[in-house]
């Protein structure tokens, strides 16, 4: 188990703004997700059956609760709670940079969905920023 280690004040500036900013389009997107998959995935030229609609979904809710850890953490004061927040957001955005990569090289989705990847690949600085300024202010 960890032991809590307060900073010395609540989360810096950027780290709450970061964490606040991933969490609305994390939010929305996810919303979209849940109540309209097609709506969302149709401009990528995904073939929404029944099946992949229900997995859609499924991302939607782990988007959607993803929003809500981002939201609520933007005030943790905790070292470890705030470093593991980051540090589980940056994989986030490195897994789906290289998932949304992979796609684009071997083309499953349109090369007009490249703004996803260089969206994954800022919110991925941001976060890895983040980490590095809360380290240093150790």
């Known amino acids: 188990m960890h032991e809590s280690v307060p900073l010395k004040k609540p989360a810096p500036g950027p780290a709450r703004s970061v964490l606040a900013l991933s969490a609305i389009p994390a939010g929305l997107i996810g919303l979209i997700l849940i109540v309209s998959a097609k709506l969302f995935e149709a401009p990528m030229g995904f073939a929404m059956d029944a099946q992949t609609a229900t997995i859609a979904q499924a991302l939607g809710a782990i988007l959607l609760g993803l929003a809500c850890i981002n939201w609520l953490a933007r005030d943790v004061s905790d070292?470890?709670?705030?470093?593991?927040?980051?540090?589980?957001?940056?994989?986030v955005q490195v897994v789906s940079f290289a998932i949304v990569a992979r796609a684009l090289v071997r083309g499953l989705i349109p090369t007009s969905s490249i703004g996803i990847a260089v969206f994954h690949v800022l919110l991925?600085?941001?976060?890895?920023w983040q980490m590095r300024n809360l380290r240093s202010s150790i």
């Open 79 to 91: 070292r470890p709670a705030l470093w593991a927040i980051l540090y589980g957001n940056f994989v």
């Open 124 to 128: 991925g600085a941001a976060f890895a």
